[in-house]
């Protein structure tokens, strides 16, 4: 499967924004998918998964209530909106799919197979 992120861009402090990924070349739906951000100088962390249906997400600790992840499984597009948006959210967020595992949904990046190529998202003070 092919992922193309998109929907980046330069925000300021407090706004919101929502970035998409879009899944070509192979059935979505078998899927979970997952958000991963890389800031400049730090490692790559995991930001949200979902599960192949939907039903299941999962969010790091320390952005749950203000990123929600979600699918459409019709369009073969994960989007990630990111409400109350901070300097420190400024990263490289990229999509991820792995093999679908029920309800599980994977933080472990290593459990990922595909990867997109990674939107810019700068939010200024």
């Known amino acids: 499967v092919q992922l193309q992120a998109s929907g980046g861009g330069l925000v300021q402090a407090g706004d919101s924004l929502r970035v998409s990924c879009k899944a070509y070349?192979?059935?979505?739906?078998?899927?979970?998918m997952g958000w991963f951000r890389q800031a400049p100088r730090k490692e790559r962390e995991f930001v949200a998964g979902?599960?192949?249906?939907?039903?299941?997400?999962y969010y790091a600790a320390s952005l749950k209530g203000r990123f929600t992840i979600s699918r459409d499984n019709v369009k073969n597009t994960v989007y990630l909106q990111m409400n109350s948006l901070r300097p420190e959210d400024t990263a490289i967020y990229y999509c991820?799919?792995?093999?679908?595992?029920?309800?599980?949904?994977?933080?472990?990046?290593?459990?990922?197979?595909?990867w997109g190529q990674g939107t810019q998202v700068t939010v200024s003070s």
């Open positions: 991820a799919a792995g093999a679908a595992r029920g309800y599980y949904v994977e933080s472990d990046s290593r459990q990922y197979d595909y």
């Open positions: 979902i599960s192949w249906s939907g039903t299941s997400t």
């Open positions: 070349g192979s059935t979505f739906s078998a899927y979970a």
